[in-house]
């Protein structure tokens, strides 16, 4: 795992931008995996600024509320396509969610699943970082799944999402569908961006820690090519930082 201790928030999403951005030029036919969340809105903002093309391009996001429609203002769909699909040249047949309001939530996760397999996987997968250690919405517990799955958000992963529904947690859905660690760590490529005090903790498990379903994140530990990027608050808590 290569670890970057950036200035702060601006310069590690630069950074990101940079790695993203090459890896596209590198290879116009990339298969992105995409997070969202607070962390990528401003490597978003310099993805769209760097005029790259994306005609050849395919992206999948992590994850979706369950019970959403992709029209409702509050999913992750709809941050999506404020913040990246609607600014680039993303064919929207190239764009992979998870449907939320899928009446079989089972048959629409192992269709997912396939979609991701049969685009020959991720060759870049973007992560953001749960305070709790979460990756999407694999949550810590007793166990970790590795396929794509529906589950029930933690009341902390709820408030941390608030802010897309009014600022009110109850208003969070309390399920999602997620992709599972299976996905995550067959990624050929890891890039995790984790910025704020918040995820100090978190940070200093994932790198530091053992490999626990407590800490979804630290599974990142086995993955050959990860590059971490945090800002010097979120690295407050490492003990070579
Ligand atoms: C959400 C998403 C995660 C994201 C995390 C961090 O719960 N499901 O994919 O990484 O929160 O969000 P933020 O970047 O706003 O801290």
């Not at 928030?9 to 290879?27: E, F």
């Not at 962390?39 to 760097?50: H, S």
């Not at 048959?107 to 049969?118: L, N, S, V």
């Not at 973007?126 to 958000?153: C, D, K, S, Y």
């Amino acid at each position: 795992m290569t670890v970057t201790i950036c200035a702060d928030h601006a310069d590690a999403s630069a950074r990101a931008a940079v790695i993203v951005a090459g890896a596209l030029r590198a290879q116009p036919a990339l298969v992105l995996g995409l997070p969202t969340g607070r962390t990528p809105v401003a490597l978003y903002a310099a993805l769209v600024g760097a005029r790259l093309d994306w005609a050849r391009a395919r992206t999948f996001n992590l994850d979706e509320f369950a019970g959403l429609p992709a029209r409702d203002p509050g999913s992750f769909r709809a941050f999506m396509d404020e913040h990246l699909f609607w600014r680039v040249n993303l064919p929207p047949a190239h764009i992979g969610f998870l449907h939320g309001d899928a009446a079989d939530e089972a048959g629409e996760c192992a269709c997912y699943e396939r979609a991701i397999d049969e685009a020959g996987g991720l060759d870049l997968l973007v992560l953001g970082l749960g305070a709790n250690g979460h990756i999407g919405f694999n949550e810590p517990g007793p166990e970790l799944r590795a396929g794509t799955h529906a589950v029930g958000l933690h009341a902390s992963t709820r408030a941390a999402n608030a802010d897309r529904f009014g600022g009110d947690p109850a208003r969070v859905p309390a399920r999602g569908l997620t992709l599972g660690m299976g996905q995550v760590l067959r990624a050929r490529r890891i890039l995790m961006l984790a910025t704020g005090a918040a995820k100090a903790d978190a940070v200093a498990a994932l790198i530091e820690g053992p490999l626990t379903t407590r800490c979804p994140a630290s599974w990142l530990q086995v993955h050959p090519e990860v590059t971490l990027l945090v800002d010097r608050a979120a690295g407050a808590g490492l003990r070579d930082a």
